[in-house]
C-alpha cells in the first residue's frame, strides 16, 4: 500500500514562492514517477512537473524557469519550488506517483495553493 501525504500550500501574494511537500510511505518510491498535478476551478486537471527515480525532470510550459521538482530518495520525499507565482497559478495542488514496478498510480488528498494579486 502506498500512501501520499502533501504540505506546504497556503495564501501567498503574486511574486512570492511557497514549497510543497509530499511524502511517500510504502515501498518502491525510488522506483516510482513522481509528478504535481493541479486543478483550477472550472478547469481540468494538468501536469506541472515530474521526476524520474533518476531525477529528470519534466515542466510544464507556464512554469518553466519558476518552479523546481526535485525528490529526496533517502527521505521518500518529492518537492515542488514553486517560485514568482502568479495569481493564474491558483489551484488544488496533487501528488500522484506512478510505482513502475507494480504498474500503478497513487494519488495524494491534495492542498489548496491561492495566489492573491
Known amino acids: 500500500q502506498v500512501l501520499l501525504a502533501e504540505s506546504g500550500g497556503g495564501l501567498v501574494q503574486s511574486g512570492g514562492s511557497l514549497r510543497l511537500s509530499c511524502v511517500f510511505s510504502?515501498?518502491?518510491?525510488?522506483?516510482?514517477?513522481m509528478g504535481w498535478y493541479r486543478q483550477a476551478a472550472g478547469k481540468e486537471r494538468e501536469l506541472v512537473a515530474a521526476?524520474?527515480?533518476?531525477?529528470?525532470?519534466n515542466y510544464a510550459e507556464s512554469v518553466k524557469g519558476r518552479f523546481t521538482i526535485s525528490r529526496d530518495n533517502a527521505k521518500n520525499t518529492v518537492y515542488l519550488q514553486m517560485n514568482s507565482l502568479k495569481p493564474e497559478d491558483t489551484a488544488v495542488y496533487s501528488c500522484?506517483?506512478?510505482?513502475?514496478?507494480?504498474?500503478?498510480?497513487?494519488w495524494g488528498q491534495g492542498t489548496q495553493v491561492t495566489v492573491s494579486s
Open positions: 500522484h506517483a506512478f510505482h513502475t514496478g507494480r504498474l500503478r498510480s497513487y
Open positions: 521526476v524520474t527515480g533518476s531525477s529528470d525532470t
Open positions: 510504502g515501498s518502491g518510491f525510488s522506483l516510482s514517477v
